[in-house]
Each structure stands twice: as C-alpha cells, then as structure tokens.
C-alpha cells in the first residue's frame, strides 16, 4: 500500500465467520466489542474528512469474514462504503475474507458496490496445518478464489501466518513460495500470537502448542520476507497492529511485539553485515556503511547488532556510518 494512501479502518470482527479458528479471538486483535453498522462506517468516514488528505483514501473492512456475512448485511455496509465514494468521500473500498467465501456472485456483488481490493485469508498452504489450526478451508481454495479475483480484475492482497500448529520453517518457505505463484498484488504476514480466551491458549496452557516467539518469527520472517521481495511482491504488514489490549494482556505469549517489522528488517542487515564480516581477522576495528535511514536498523534495538557482530567475529570494535545515497547495499569501509 502507497505510503501516500489513507486508511480508513471499519472493523467487523467476527462478523459472517463459519469457523472458530484457534489462534482468533477477533474482539481482543481488534480492541473492539461488536461489529460495525453502516452507520458506523458513514461515522468514520466523516471523522477522517478532517484529517490532512493523501492521494487516495480507501475505506478498509477489516477482520471477520466479510464476503460470509448475511448478504443484507453485506449490503448495508457497502452501501454506506458506495455513498462516501460516489460524494468523492473515499476513493476506494477494500475488505478481508475466506477462501472458501468467494465465488462469481459473491463477486459480481462487490463489483457492483465499488470494492478495489480483496484480501484473502490464505495463513498456509499445507492441509494439515491448516486442519489443525481450524481454519476449514484447505490450499486448493485459496489457489481457486485467487484465480477468480484475479480473472474479475480485483487487487488480490494475500495473509500469510507464521508458527501455526504444526508449521516448521520449511512448511512457511513453501506457503510463501505457493503464494508467489499466485501472483498477488501485495501480502501481509502475520507471526502467530496466542491471545487470551482462545483455543490456542488453552492448547499453550496444556503444553500442547509450542510458543512461536518473537525471536522465532523474526528468524523466519527474515527469510520470507527477501523471498517477496526478489519476487517483486510487497510485504504491507509485518506482525498484528498493536491495540492498547494487546500490549496489557490479552497477548498472553507468542510473536507479538509493536516493531516486529524493525526487528526483523535490522535482523535482515544483520545477517548482510555478517557476510561481509566472515573473513575478518579477530580483533579487527572496522567501519561498516550503510545505506541512507537504515543506522538505526543496523545498530539494532540496545546496540544489539553491533554486539552480535563483535562477539560473532572477535571485534575489538565496530563502528557503522550512514552512506548519504538511498542504497540497499552494506559496505566493507574500513578494517584496522
């Protein structure tokens, strides 16, 4: 999503869901009680008409099942969605839902109510995984509902999860890899979070579901995300948006952090500097430059890289610079 576009969130948590998924309890992700009315999305519509402008504002329901709610209820709330944007309120509409929730007249609905943009709830690619974590949907779904929104001309943005029941890393390597193959427009990754009242933390509670720790989601997300990247695919989220609930406890374990995406963007640099490092004599100062707004990624949160680095290859010291151009790379600048 364009840095430059405006977001205005709707959120209908759990609203049209088949399925109670282990890992979900909507309300506590959300930091919001009930799901939202049409009257709700026209509220927040004009709440963000006093905010300063981008070059496009879109109107995003998020969570639940959208395309699964009773279709009066569908309607409603896009119809309140189609009136902001027919008075150049919004510019676009983009909502979440199910694999096994999209067909070509639940498609040729959203076409006629203006929605830009669907997101999938994909979370893996391997069946097993899937069953265990009780989505009730398998693969083969999202790999169906992805061809019908790309042949109607929808943007198709694809979720991916993290540390499910059952996930290794290769099983994340591969969801990843499969979802490439779909060609979508963008994707969001979110490490698995155990959240209180849910299936999951009653599966954590019983020794039954091994913690997926931050330092375990940004180990594998420090993998996935140069896989999107060399394929041209844009990574929009990385880790859930942290909620005032979140942070004071209803994430009760698991991979939640507010800056998992810093984390894992420094864990990137890291492993790059630690290329360039590997023929180093021991006891060596050297001086690393890196591209320009990546300093403080490099250093790492509490100097944490620099620390790693010299214990890793025996620096007596290691000093990193910021290189004025815009650059990716990590350079070798100097070595005593």
């Not at 519509?45 to 009066?72: C, D, H, M, W």
């Not at 109607?152 to 499969?178: H, N, S, W, Y």
């Not at 896989?227 to 004071?248: C, D, S, Y």
């Not at 620390?307 to 350079?331: D, V």
């Amino acid at each position: 999503m364009s840095a430059r576009t405006d977001v205005i969130p709707v959120f209908v948590p759990h609203l049209g869901c088949p399925h109670a998924c282990v890992f979900c309890n909507q309300n506590r992700i959300s930091g919001q009680a009930r799901p939202a009315s049409a009257e709700d999305v026209r509220r927040a519509v004009a709440n963000a008409a006093f905010l300063p402008r981008g070059e496009k504002r879109q109107l995003a329901f998020y969570g639940g099942s959208f395309t699964a709610i009773p279709i009066p209820e569908q309607e409603a709330l896009l119809g309140a969605a189609r009136e902001a944007m027919e008075r150049g309120e919004i510019d676009a509409i983009r909502l979440s839902t199910r694999p096994d929730a999209i067909d070509e007249e639940v498609l040729a609905r959203l076409r006629a109510y203006g929605v830009e943009t669907v997101e999938l709830g994909a979370q893996s690619m391997d069946d097993e995984v899937l069953r265990l974590s009780g989505r009730g949907h398998t693969a083969a779904d999202v790999e169906r509902a992805s061809g019908l929104l790309h042949s109607a001309g929808f943007r198709l943005v694809l979720q991916m999860m993290t540390g499910l029941p059952g996930d290794t890393e290769e099983k994340d390597l591969e969801t990843a890899r499969r979802l490439i193959a779909l060609n979508p427009d963008a994707v969001r990754i979110y490490p698995t979070v155990i959240v209180r009242d849910t299936a999951l933390c009653r599966l954590f509670e019983r020794g039954e579901y091994r913690e997926h720790t931050v330092e375990d989601a940004v180990e594998i997300c420090a993998k996935l995300l140069p896989l999107f990247e060399k394929a041209g695919v844009p990574v929009i989220r990385l880790g859930l948006n942290p909620t005032e609930e979140l942070t004071n406890g209803a994430a009760v374990g698991g991979a939640y952090h507010p800056a998992l995406g810093e984390l894992v963007k420094s864990r990137i640099l890291r492993q790059k500097a630690a290329e360039l490092l590997q023929n180093v004599e021991p006891g060596s100062r050297v001086e690393l430059s890196v591209g320009r707004g990546k300093l403080s990624q490099m250093i790492g949160q509490h100097r944490e890289n620099i620390a790693w680095l010299c214990r890793r290859y025996g620096l007596s010291a290691l000093k990193i610079s910021e290189n004025p151009e815009q650059t990716e790379e990590i350079l070798l600048f100097s070595v005593d």
